[in-house]
T-cell receptor
Framework: GIQVEQSPPDLILQEGANSTLRCNFSDSVNNLQWFHQNPWGQLINLFYIPSGTKQNGRLSATTVATERYSLLYISSSQTTDSGVYFCASENQAGTALIFGKGTTLSVSS | DTGVSQNPRHKITKRGQNVTFRCDPISEHNRLYWYRQTLGQGPEFLTYFQNEAQLEKSRLLSDRFSAERPKGSFSTLEIQRTEQGDSAMYLC????????????FGPGTRLTVL
């Protein structure tokens, strides 16, 4: 089945810094999504991005499907950006999301 | 509609007891999914419904677990004879079901088995 690997596992930033989170996947991607899990456990949708580039405010994401990776960019980070960021790809049957282990981001003021 | 809701948010039980969780998906969504998340890991797929039909079950879903989605609306996940290893966050998600589409997650039910 599809394997999803995320890096780095942990990231510590000062407020205002920029960061790039990476997601590698082992097979052709379907329905690639990025999520932010807040400290209360809620998974918040950031991007649905099987290919190409999307931007939403300070966040943007790029997926290069032919090279099997996706990147999440966070610019001018804020303390509220702290939490765990997951990428997930739909399995081949289209019935489930396969998640990576996440990147834990800590932004300090 | 305010999104996917789950109840209860927290459940503490003793080993050997049965527990049941409820998920109410976004109203027009045909697909409903259950996931389990343990500390330091990403969510892991448990099972999937298309309307009222349970179409796929992960091998993580042992015979102590059962899920239903009567009438294709809300869903319940029951765990019988709970074990300490069942302690986890149980997440529900829903999607429209029109091909590849976005899954929206509920806030989860955190289960602690003593």
């Amino acid at each position: 089945g599809i394997q999803v690997e995320q890096s780095p596992p942990d990231l510590i930033l000062q407020e205002g810094a920029n960061s790039t989170l990476r997601c590698n996947f082992s097979d052709s991607v379907n329905n690639l999504q990025w999520f932010h899990q807040n400290p209360w456990g809620q998974l918040i949708n950031l991007f649905y991005i099987p290919s190409g580039t999307k931007q939403n405010g300070r966040l943007s994401a790029t997926t290069v499907a032919t090279e099997r990776y996706s990147l999440l960019y966070i610019s001018s980070s804020q303390t509220t950006d702290s939490g765990v960021y997951f990428c997930a790809s739909e399995n081949q049957a289209g019935t489930a999301l396969i998640f990576g282990k996440g990147t834990t981001l800590s932004v300090s003021s | 509609d305010t999104g996917v809701s789950q109840n209860p948010r927290h459940k503490i039980t003793k080993r050997g007891q049965n527990v049941t969780f409820r998920c109410d998906p976004i109203s027009e969504h045909n697909r409903l999914y259950w996931y389990r998340q343990t500390l330091g890991q990403g969510p892991e797929f448990l099972t999937y419904f298309q309307n009222e039909a349970q179409l796929e079950k992960s091998r993580l879903l042992s015979d102590r677990f059962s899920a239903e989605r009567p009438k294709g609306s809300f869903s319940t996940l029951e765990i019988q004879r709970t074990e300490q290893g069942d302690s986890a966050m149980y997440l529900c998600a829903s999607s429209l079901g029109a091909g590849s589409d976005t899954q929206y997650f509920g806030p989860g039910t955190r289960l602690t088995v003593l």
